[in-house]
């Protein structure tokens, strides 16, 4: 499904006179440009809105994060030489809503990751594929999380049950999958904008082949496990 036509051109115009007037305010504060890269607010932006629309989690933006962190760090330092040396309060403000902002994008960027963690531990662990999207601290927290779950149900609950009924992730020792163990539904639909061209072919190996071509800034309404690989890629944003 198109979403895209006179809204969906109106959104990129918007973008584009925001970023537009970013620069020209950079071009009259280049220290502040040092500071606190646009770029990097941006990218970290883009991140965010991903990690909240993709049913799965996705890889983990390491440098990106770091390069965030030390960011922050940097204007903290500025904001509080200029509050000593009393620099105007409005310019201080403004500095500071900047850095509420991105400070912001980071926290609910690890907030979303963590929640998803949660929601699917052990997938995430028994999954390659999701286990290398992880951070180190990540890893850690699932497996934590993971360890104290199993825990906890034994000790109120499977041990007091039959021995064929006692894994974690199984219904039943019998069962030759894990079928308690919750999965991303990679079917589910979501709202997309392309970066680029891009041709994308709508059903699984062995159908039918069906292609959707989306041009520069189409929105579409489509299944993510189409555009999963074109979002891991970054020629589709997710909204």
């Not at 933006?61 to 105007?88: C, F, H, M, P, S």
């Not at 601290?137 to 360890?147: H, I, L, M, N, S």
């Not at 919750?182 to 891009?198: A, E, G, Y």
Request: aromatic share 8%; with cysteine.
């Amino acid at each position: 499904l198109n979403l895209s036509s006179g809204e969906g051109e109106r959104e990129i115009e918007r973008e584009a006179d925001l970023m537009a007037s970013n620069s020209e305010a950079g071009e009259s504060s280049a220290d502040y440009e040092t500071m606190m890269s646009t770029s990097d607010v941006e990218l970290l932006k883009r991140a965010w809105r991903n990690e909240k629309a993709a049913p799965e989690i996705l890889q983990y933006e390491g440098a990106l994060v770091q390069r965030a962190k030390e960011q922050i760090e940097l204007v903290e330092e500025t904001i509080d030489d200029y509050v000593e040396n009393g620099i105007d309060p409005l310019v201080v403000s403004l500095y500071q809503m900047d850095l509420d902002r991105t400070q912001f994008l980071l926290r609910s960027y690890l907030r979303v990751r963590l929640l998803k963690i949660e929601k699917f531990m052990f997938h995430n662990l028994k999954s390659e594929e999701a286990e290398r999207r992880l951070s180190e601290q990540e890893k850690v927290f699932a497996t934590r999380c993971a360890d104290d779950l199993a825990k906890h149900f034994e000790e109120s609950v499977l041990l007091k049950l039959p021995e064929n009924y006692q894994s974690v992730l199984k219904q039943s020792l019998i069962s030759e999958v894990d079928d308690m163990v919750p999965q991303p539904h990679l079917d589910t639909f979501v709202v997309c904008r392309s970066k680029n061209f891009v041709s994308l072919n709508l059903y699984e190996e062995g159908e039918s082949p069906e292609t959707v071509e989306m041009e520069r800034g189409d929105l579409y309404f489509i299944r993510y496990k189409i555009v999963k690989r074109a979002i891991e890629s970054g020629q589709i944003d997710l909204i």
